[in-house]
Nanobody
């Protein structure tokens, strides 16, 4: 069973950058994939990015594909979300999640994931 912990959130001005980290505990990292999600007040939880071990099954949402990058260390016990050129609409609580999503051919939805972190807040000011 996996334990996930997000870090790296904070407050930045529009155009700035942040790097989020998702620490993963347990050997589930050998066969589970990781997704990043975000949720702001009054909105649905939005899938942002996804990666499987070996850098496979990498997906980014249409909203962030040209600004964000997802990666992981080796062996995969930390997944990173590099966020550049941040916009005010990127403000949200960001969550990472782990699940058996290796066979997905596009960005998996939240219900596909089993384990979740508690989130880290990102605030982008104009």
């Amino acid at each position: 069973q996996a334990i996930l912990s997000e870090s790296g959130g904070g407050s930045v001005q529009a155009g700035g950058s942040l790097r989020l980290s998702c620490g993963i505990s347990g050997d589930v990292a050998a066969w589970y994939c990781v997704g990043w999600f975000r949720q702001s007040e009054g909105k649905e939880r939005e899938a942002v990015a996804h990666i499987c071990p070996g850098g496979t099954n990498m997906y980014l949402s249409d909203s962030v594909w040209d600004r964000f990058t997802i990666s992981h260390n080796n062996p995969m016990d930390t997944v990173f979300l590099q966020m550049n050129d941040l916009k005010t609409e990127d403000s949200a609580i960001y969550y990472c999640a782990a699940g058996m999503t290796r066979l997905k051919s596009s960005l998996p939805a939240a219900h596909e994931f089993t384990y979740w972190g508690r989130g880290t807040r990102v605030t982008v000011s104009s």
